[in-house]
């Protein structure tokens, strides 16, 4: 949920694990579609925000779902530049009628979709678009199913009443500190961050992962999707913002690591399925919990032995698996990994463990569960 993606110095790596071709268009359902409606004109430069904006408004823009929330009615939506896989920009949609609040409801994650509508003046970083129509495409099957783990609260409102603090894990955040999102209890919320320029240039220097407590109130626009306000009050010495444990400071650093094995799906933004392992939080809070993956960029030879490995181990304990969201987590085996931890952006999915198959080892069932 970042206002643009591009490519950061050092990353070059990360390329090998993302899809390098051009998002597909949307394909409408037939009784949609319209033969005489213009094609969408793809710019053959990197997009400007300016740009894209026209597009919406005249032919739509074609992308994908980067995530979609039916209880919170939060829907973001992803354009990528064709050919040019590390510029993008993610829009925040807000329904502008019921019908169109219907077709949002029914959208997943990944799945092709075009929308046309106009951007909407907000003060975060975050660009939203009043969506006027939107046509779904073709749905991404991730090829598994599994029950969700910890369900999340449904009434948000409800689960953060009497809270004005909070401990949470940073999703995204804008390189100007405009917007923040914060994973809690298995919700994926935008925090508002007011013009206050300490606490915007805070907000800039979080990383995704970072394990953070904030004060905050329920902010009173929207009235949906609900959004935090960070408190940027100071006063008796109080901090609005704390980082608690930062993970960027393992960038860089030998580590060996242990946890539950987990598998991210091949995906439009993944060539290939990813193996990792979850970092379970110190303090127990499982919505906090971290997930490394595990890679060895420099010998694909012994990349795929590592994945024979984790994939004998995955299937050897069938009833341990659960859906974590956006990857699944087999609770019944356990690896260890040594390496160097690789984390050089901001807003990285997840950190990886650089390692090599001899430093991988399956340890067998989990104890937590």
């Known amino acids: 949920m970042v206002l643009k993606r591009s490519l950061p110095a050092g990353v070059a790596a990360l390329a090998l694990l993302c899809s390098l071709r051009a998002v597909p268009a949307a394909e409408p359902p037939a009784a949609k579609s319209d033969a005489s409606a213009p094609a969408a ?33 939060t829907y973001v939506f992803t354009w990528r530049q064709p050919g040019n896989f590390f510029h993008s920009f993610d829009f925040s949609l807000a329904p502008a009628n019921p019908q169109v609040e219907a077709v949002l409801a029914g959208l997943e994650r990944h799945q092709e979709v075009l929308v046309k509508g106009r951007l909407i003046r ?18 991404w099957d991730p090829g598994i199913s599994a029950a969700r783990e910890d369900p999340p609260p449904t009434d948000l409102r409800r689960a953060l009443r009497g809270r004005r603090e909070l401990r949470a894990l940073v999703h995204a955040l804008a390189e100007d500190g405009g917007m923040l999102v914060v ?10 961050v007011p013009p206050d320029a300490e606490l915007r240039e805070e ?58 094995l987990v598998w991210f799906p091949k995906s439009p933004v993944l060539n290939r399925a990813i193996w990792g392992l979850r970092d379970p939080d110190p303090k127990g809070d499982r919505s906090l919990d971290r997930y490394f993956t595990l890679f060895n960029f420099e010998d694909m030879k012994d990349q795929e032995k590592i994945e024979a490995a984790l994939q004998a181990a995955w299937e050897s304990q069938p009833g341990g698996v659960v859906n974590a969201r ?29 390692t090599t198959s001899v430093q991988v080892q399956v340890l067998g069932q989990s104890a937590r569960r």
Do not use: C
């Not at 087999?330 to 463990?353: E, F, H, L």
């Open 326 to 354: 956006n990857k699944y987590v087999n609770t019944r085996v356990r690896v260890r990994a040594t390496g160097k931890i690789n984390d050089p952006a901001p807003n990285q999915a997840n950190p990886t463990i650089v």
């Open 41 to 73: 004109q793809e710019p053959n430069h990197e997009a400007t925000l300016e740009e894209l904006t026209a597009m919406a408004a005249r032919e739509g823009l074609r992308g994908r779902v980067h995530g979609a929330n039916q209880e919170l009615g």
């Open 203 to 260: 907000v800039g220097k979080l990383f995704r992962g970072d394990r953070i407590e904030f004060r905050f109130a329920v902010a009173k626009q929207p009235p949906r999707p609900l959004h935090l306000a960070l408190d940027p009050d100071r006063s008796r010495g109080r901090e609005p913002l704390v980082v608690t444990d930062r993970i960027h400071d393992l960038h860089d650093q030998e580590r060996t690591m242990e946890g539950e």
């Open 122 to 139: 907000n003060p975060s970083s975050q660009p939203h678009l009043l969506a006027e129509s939107v046509e779904p495409g073709k749905k």
């Open 183 to 192: 994973e809690w209890r298995g919700q994926v919320i935008p925090v508002q």
